[in-house]
């Protein structure tokens, strides 16, 4: 089947203060996507071009990662577009009428990574189709009233990374808001926030909250909360009582307790929970067992050294377990078994496991398990009979020798970069059979010194002097199952 064709027309324009071969612009149009647009990314351009009339709506004009410093008046008003990105510029001031002529076209606009201290409220009050307006990473530390000009037809507001102290905007003047970003600011309570009926996800992560704010009051229809990195040390009894949550994110501090009522309200919504980074020392499940919708559950670099048997049973639709970066000593096999029949993936990387045991046979649901960054010495091929649709994460361990019963068309598919292999036939059937995953494209040998730091795939054929009569021979002596 050919390719769609692409057909690039190339307009010449006069440019105000810039040549036309710091940016030799090309009005793009693929027919496929039904859209076309002009593309100025990184030209060197330090102020906005002339753009000659063009008949038709564009989809996008790029202006990414340029010098511009301003945008005058009328620097649109002879071209559409529904998105408009100017981030990662210099702009500190634009114009009242900078964007004249995009009135009734413009739908995003994209102004982060710039010089700005302030919300462009007038430059943008005739602005009736934006709904996604981007101002992210620049030194705005208020809005000003005129802002409820245009805030009406709102619906995703970025101001991350900004001087904000406060909320910066009444809830009136934001009815259709459905996503605010509000990340790291400096802001500590929801004074002035309002109440916002519309808002499904909202952004606090690395500002300056100390206790979980009663959000109910303001936002009753919320379904993403994200509070990683503020300074939140206890989350109480009914810290998101009257929400209905499907995602929540409190990781990145210190938390000393979690209550055992702190879920209480999200039994039936809750999906995923990240408590990542939170000096966890221990698996918190007298806090989180009711959770019985939750399907991913994120505790990774904290320091949990075990879990309970009986842990996972109360969580019967888990599909994910991330316990990355804690101080296991051993794979929790039981609690495992006891997790319901929706689990697939399990993550127990850079922990201190040392060995695996034999206990796996019936958890075939398995998809993949991470152990990469361990300290594994072997990996016993009984341990995972009957997982072939497994995919097992090994790198980084201290695997020197492979069991030739890995060989079994019931065992797993390993990953297996960053261990000191002996590269025997062993190691060549599992290869030629398919067992050793196409991720460890940088497997390398340390032994035996004819091949040591080779890379496995770049070994000659003639080094491998391994038959399938050898192959039968080995596996006759030794007893797999």
């Not at 530390?141 to 409820?148: A, G």
């Not at 990374?161 to 990340?183: C, G, Q, T, V």
């Not at 206790?211 to 993403?224: A, D, G, M």
């Not at 072939?388 to 019931?410: G, T």
Request: glycine residues 4%; positive net charge.
């Amino acid at each position: 089947m050919e390719m769609p064709l692409i057909i690039s027309l190339v307009i010449l324009f006069s440019i105000a203060e810039v040549s036309t071969h710091q940016c030799a612009m090309r009005l793009e149009r693929h027919y496929w996507e039904r859209s076309s647009r002009i593309n100025c990314y990184s030209k060197n351009l330090t102020a906005v071009p002339f753009f000659g009339k063009i008949g038709e709506t564009l989809s996008e004009i790029d202006l990414t990662y340029n010098s511009i410093r301003g945008i005058p008046a009328g620097a649109f008003m002879n071209i559409k577009t529904r998105k408009l990105c100017l981030y990662s510029n210099k702009i500190q001031r634009l114009s009242p009428d900078a964007f004249e002529g995009l009135e009734d076209t413009l739908e995003v606009l994209l102004l982060g990574w710039n010089n700005m201290t302030e919300v462009p409220s007038r430059s943008l009050a005739n602005m009736t189709k934006l709904t996604w307006l981007q101002l992210s990473n620049n030194n705005i530390n208020s809005v000003k009233k005129e802002f409820s000009k245009i805030g009406r037809f709102i619906k995703r507001l970025e101001l991350e990374s900004n001087e904000l102290s406060r909320f910066p905007l009444r809830a009136a003047d934001l009815p259709m808001l459905e996503e605010l970003n509000l990340k790291e600011n400096k802001i500590s309570n929801l004074h002035g926030f309002g109440y916002h009926l519309k808002l499904r996800k909202l952004i606090l992560n690395w500002n300056n909250f100390d206790r979980v704010p009663k959000f109910n009051k303001y936002v009753p229809r919320l379904q993403e909360l994200f509070l990683n990195g503020n300074n939140i040390r206890h989350i109480r009894a009914n810290s998101f009582k009257g929400l209905r949550l499907t995602s929540l994110s409190i990781g990145d501090q210190n938390i000393d307790l979690i209550t055992k009522n702190a879920f209480r309200g999200l039994e039936s919504s809750l999906v995923s929970l990240w408590i990542s980074s939170a000096n966890l020392t221990s698996f918190p499940y007298r806090s989180i067992k009711g959770l019985r919708r939750l399907k991913y559950l994120y505790l990774q670099n904290n320091r949990i050294q075990s879990i309970k048997l009986s842990t996972l049973r109360y969580f019967p639709k888990l599909y994910y377990l991330g316990l990355e970066g804690n101080e296991l000593t051993e794979i929790p096999v039981e609690p495992l078994k006891q997790a319901g029949p929706t689990l697939r993936e399990v993550n127990l990387a850079k922990n201190k496991i040392r060995s695996i045991p034999w206990s796996f046979t019936n958890m075939t649901q398995l998809t993949r398990m991470y152990l990469n960054h361990n300290q594994l010495t072997t990996i016993p091929a009984r341990a995972f009979y009957g997982l072939d649709k497994m995919i097992l994460d090994v790198r980084f361990n201290n695997i020197h020798v492979l069991d030739p019963c890995l060989m079994n068309a019931k065992t797993p598919t390993m990953v297996l970069d960053g261990n000191p292999l002996h590269c025997d036939c062993t190691v060549y059937w599992l290869a030629y059979a398919g067992k050793i995953n196409k991720q460890s494209v940088n497997l390398r040998c340390s032994s035996p010194e004819i091949v040591q730091g080779k890379s496995l795939k770049n070994i000659p054929w003639s080094f491998w002097r391994c038959s399938k009569y050898d192959r039968e021979k080995m596996l006759r002596m030794v007893k797999c199952y």
